[in-house]
């Protein structure tokens, strides 16, 4: 026995100090893939659909390195995006503050894992067969099965590398996705909570640092949306799909043009909701910035402009009273940035409506760009001739 145990002091496998640095690291890939690729893109938001085999591989591996089961994980993301930065936000730094979710995102992950409401709820689609009810439910035996393999494969450095595994998706996932990317970084997308891209990481968190453009389009398989951005777990959907692995479901919408302005219908507004995101980045850039730059050349020096260009384009819910008390100083000094950005609230009120008939929103948007054609706003009207030109296009890309 004791010959055996010298013989395997590091492991059966034999690896060196490397060999063993390069198994943890790609068990870390494995298991971000898992997140990515299995619990939020194919369960959560069905925006692939992996094969069978493949599906199971990454069930049975989030089970292995967290003792988490599908319905846990999908249940409170849904939730997350149902209530996102509002008080039954599950993990929402806005709400529960950053500290707390970068040290404490799995406790406050694992506080709505176990609520059966949310579950419920929010669970539905995900695995149900005999495994899920009778072995997936056990997570301990998950854990310490994978602690197991690692002593065994890797011997003492296998202790290490367990901790490593057990601690990829309570950092990554719990505390730098849920936190740092609700709370720094930059924004594609003026969206309605506080959702950010980070500085590009994704060798590390598959992608998923994207956060601000995956949650201007939610059921978009691909998070990459502009010139220099990665998703690794894109790159992973492709070469899957090569080989016949998975199918692309739905990707976010780009933005299709007609030769020129068309007279606002049921296609104009359908093309407009679809494209809603990239309209109101388009506004800023196209009718908020250069107002704002006008104004600052006419008024040099004044502190007052300072930060306008960021509350100008800023969710209203998403600001605080001091930024809202700025803003309102910022559009009562000048009535040209007043009457833009009362354009913007009235444009994001024709997609924001419920239960009003398509005839009422197509009525309304053909009034506005009526109205913002004879504003005298010369960025204005140009950006009116632009919207009548958007034309719809299909929501789902072949992979």
Known sequence: MIDFLADHIDGLLGLSFWGKAAAAFLFIQVTMAAVTLYLHRDQAHRTIDLHPALRHFFRLWVWMTSGMNTKEWVAVHRKHHAFCEREQD?????????????????????????????????????????????????????????????????GAAGITIFALQMMTMPVFAAGVINGLGHAIGYRNFETDDASSNLVPIAVLIGGEEL?????????????????????????????????????????????????????????TLRAVLQNRMHVLRDYSRRVTLPVLQMERRARRGDVLLRQAARLMSRWPGMMDEASRERLHRILESSPMLLTVHEYRRQLMG????????????????????????????????????RLRGYIPQPMAVPA
Not at 217 to 238: C, H, K, M, N, V
Not at 364 to 379: H, N, V, Y
Request: proline share 6%.
């Open 90 to 154: 599950p993990h929402s730094p806005v709400v529960h503050g950053l500290k707390k979710i970068l040290l404490e995102g799995a406790e406050v992950y694992r506080v709505q894992a176990t609520n059966p409401e949310t579950l419920e709820k929010y669970g539905r689609g995900t695995p149900d067969d005999w495994l899920e009810r009778n072995l997936y439910r056990h997570g301990f035996v998950g854990i310490y099965s994978t602690l197991a393999l690692n002593v065994l494969l890797f």
């Open 211 to 267: 956060h601000n453009n995956h949650h201007a389009f939610p059921t978009s398989a691909r998070f990459s949306l502009r010139a220099g951005e990665f998703d690794i777990g894109w790159f992973y959907i492709r070469v899957l799909s090569a080989i016949g692995m998975c199918k692309v479901l739905r990707t976010a919408p780009v933005p299709h043009f007609a030769a020129g302005p068309r007279p606002v219908d049921v296609e």
């Open 350 to 385: 024709v997609w924001q409506q419920a239960n009003v008939s398509n005839e009422r929103l197509v009525a309304d948007l053909r009034e506005w760009c009526t109205r913002a054609e004879a504003s005298g706003i010369a960025a204005l009207e140009e950006f009116s001739a």
